[in-house]
Structure formats: structure tokens, C-alpha cells
């Protein structure tokens, strides 16, 4: 195992490490490294809040037992082939703040791992990843004024369009989205605010109990994301979210919520109904793959007066393909802010509902139907994906 400076003047005196940190809601950092010099990897156990630059290393699997919180100026730095399995329960989780760095660099015949220590692994035995970054949002009105996150309560916001939280690739959550009550939840990938330096690039969230990927504000671009088996919306947005998303890969296992939900703002922090600015993703090559017609689900839910442009989308097996929903999210299609080119449809009834009041239908909404092949998903999932 790598030392890195957090470890180098404790090893030599036990193999658990407890390091104190400043007041807050996290546990002290737990590092027990196993064996002498910690140099075996068994029972290597992470937690607490860091209090300088960690790196977990090829070969080892490590035990998360409590939220794992990586603040400023501190970088959080994860291997090829790491696996960390987590303790049960909604509190434990990893959670990068404003001005911390996550560089974790998976490939795909190695990716990184985050999962469930149970012997019987089921969605929402653990939190997930959370990231909090400085680009704007549109819940709070101000230059560089925050909000905070579901679960930690952690400050996410400003104005850095540029923002840099580091990279992610090829990394795989799994058994995600422990709730910590009705309204607070965990997801598999949850990105506040992160900024467009950030690297987002071969992520799954796999058998979650709530959303696989969602995006609160932020201009962050993310590609090759895999969602399969997400008990509520597989991606989602709000608060103003702006980056653009390019072969998106969804699945559904059971009957649940949409495959995507888009909102112009946060409908579930007070009356923001008209924000500065409203979610405006563009999505590129997307597959979303439903349980069949007559199941009743809605594949792509817009409402919230959320923009998006879609390219290039391929729908399977959904009663309802786009749900439109509130006069705003009209207003963003009739000025051509929101619309669909190169689609196509295989087991839908309905391609378009339209709740908005606007006066457009599904041939001025939908351009180049039959011409959606989706995100392509078997030539890039092949070695880091669960099926």
C-alpha cells in the first residue's frame, strides 16, 4: 500500500489509526490499515472527515464505516481496481465539498468499485458519491451564494462556470441510495453544483433505491453513463443544471419512476418559480429501455420550466415517451430552447403528452423520427459495467 502523508507518522506506532478532526457531523477519521506497516490489505476500514491528501491503492479493499468527507484544498486520490464496500445505513457515504478533489482514475478492465458489504446486497443499503463544486445555480440569487445538500448539509454553489472537483472515470456505484427520511435521499452519483474543469466520463449506478445520477445546478459535462436498475428516475436534473450529457445508457428492472426528470428548478425548496436562469442540458445519444407499453411509465419527464435539447434518442417499451409538463417548459419549446432531433420509438403508446398549454404537437416537438439509434452502449460498456 502507498503511505501518503496523512499515515507516514503514524504507522509505525499502530495499525489503527483515530485522528481527531474539527467539530462537525462526521466521525473522526478512521484509518485501520491491517497487519504490520500496513502492509496487508484485510480490514483496511475509511471514514471521517480527512485532514490531508489520502490515496487508496491497486490491491486493496477497504471498508467504508461512516461518511467519508473530503474538504478544501484536501485531494481524495483512488486507484485502478479499488473496491470499497460500505457499512449499511444512509450515513455512510463519500462527500467531496467546495474547493476538494476526487481523482479517481478507473480504466476499463479494472474499474473502481463502491458497493454494499452485505452478504445479500439490495438497493439503498449505503449512501453513494457525493460531489459539491462552486459553479452556479439558480436556488440561491447571488454571486457566490450557496445552498446545501440533502444529505450532510453541505454548502454547493457560486460562480466559478470552471470549477474543478477533479476527475472520475470508470468508477461503479452500486446498492446506493440509502434515505435518511422521507425527504432527504441519497443517489448513486450526486453532483451539486460541479463546475465544467471537472471530468466526468464511464460512471454506472447500478441497483439503486433512488436515482442513479443527478445534477443540482452546476455546468459540469459528463459522458458513458450507465443507469441500470434505479428504483426512482435513472438521471435527473434541477437548479439550473446546464452541462451537456453524451451516451446515456438507462435500464429499468422494475416498475419505478422515469428514466429521466428534468426540472427548470428545485420544486422541493419553496417557491423559486422564477429563477434567474432554468436547467438547459443537452443530451446526445441516449437509450432508454423500459418494461414494456403497458407498464405505464414515462421515459422522459420535462416539467419546472426546464430547457433541453435532445439528439440522437432511442425509446423502448414506455406507455408515454415525453411528458411535458406546466406552461413554462412550454414556453422554452415554443422558442425552440427545448425539442428532439433524430428519434425513434419501439414499444410506446403515447410519444408526446403535452400538459403545457403550448400550441405545438408531436410533429413540430420530435425532428427525424425513425432516426434515433441511441447511445451505441455495447461498444464502450464491455469490462466495467454490471448487466
Known sequence: MKKNKFLLGLLTFAALTIISCAADDTADVIINLGGSGGTDPSGTVIGGTLTADLTLSTGTEYNLTSALIVPENITLTIEPGVVVKATTGSDVYVAVQKGGIIMAEGTSSNPIVFTSNSATPNPGDWGGLIILGRAPINSVVGGDATSTSEIGGLPYGGSIVNDNSGIIRYLRIEYSGGAADAASENNGFSFYAVGNGTTIDFIQAFEGADDGVEFFGGTVNASHISVIGAQDD???WTEGFSGTLTDVYIEHRQSHDKGIEGDGFNTDIGNNSNPVFWSAPTINNLTI????????NEAIRLRAGTRAIFNNVFIEGFEEGFDLDDEETGTGVLANETGVTNISFD?????????????????????????GTGADYNSWNSGWTRN
Open 234 to 236: 435513472s438521471v435527473d
Open 347 to 371: 414499444d410506446v403508446t403515447l410519444t408526446l403528452k403535452n400538459d403545457t398549454n403550448g400550441a405545438f404537437d408531436a410533429n413540430s416537438f420530435f425532428s427525424g423520427i425513425g432516426n
Open 289 to 296: 429501455n423500459g418494461l414494456g407499453s403497458s407498464n405505464g
